[in-house]
Nanobody
Framework: QVQLAESGGGLVQPGGSLRLSCAPSENIFSFYVMGWYRQAPGKQRELVAAISRGRGGNTTYADSVKGRFTFSRDSAKNTVSLQMNSLKPEDTAVYYC?????????????WGQGTQVTVSS
């Protein structure tokens, strides 16, 4: 069973920055896709950013975070991170690390426990 350990959430003022990290129990390059999702109260979980397999993998961002958030991988530490700058109150949500593993024609989704990000003055 793949485990994803998240860290880095907290309370920050508008315009501030936070960095989320996710450490999977398997090599980050073994996954088909890795991503960050978020879920605000009363809303559906939404994709924030995702990166495809491979050392030159393509990164996708939600329109609402483009130019403010950066998704990166650290092969030496076997972690993925989400650097969040210029945070807004609407970024407040529980953030989840996701890893998708493909076995034949079947995709398996793994989720972290979630970390709370609150943007408030």
């Amino acid at each position: 069973q793949v485990q994803l350990a998240e860290s880095g959430g907290g309370l920050v003022q508008p315009g501030g920055s936070l960095r989320l990290s996710c450490a999977p129990s398997e090599n980050i390059f073994s996954f088909y896709v890795m991503g960050w999702y978020r879920q605000a109260p009363g809303k559906q979980r939404e994709l924030v950013a995702a990166i495809s397999r491979g050392r030159g993998g393509n990164t996708t961002y939600a329109d609402s975070v483009k130019g403010r958030f950066t998704f990166s991988r650290d092969s030496a530490k076997n972690t993925v991170s989400l650097q969040m700058n210029s945070l807004k109150p609407e970024d407040t949500a529980v953030y989840y690390c996701n890893a998708a593993a493909r076995v034949g024609d079947i995709m398996y989704d793994y989720w972290g426990q979630g970390t709370q990000v609150t943007v408030s003055s």
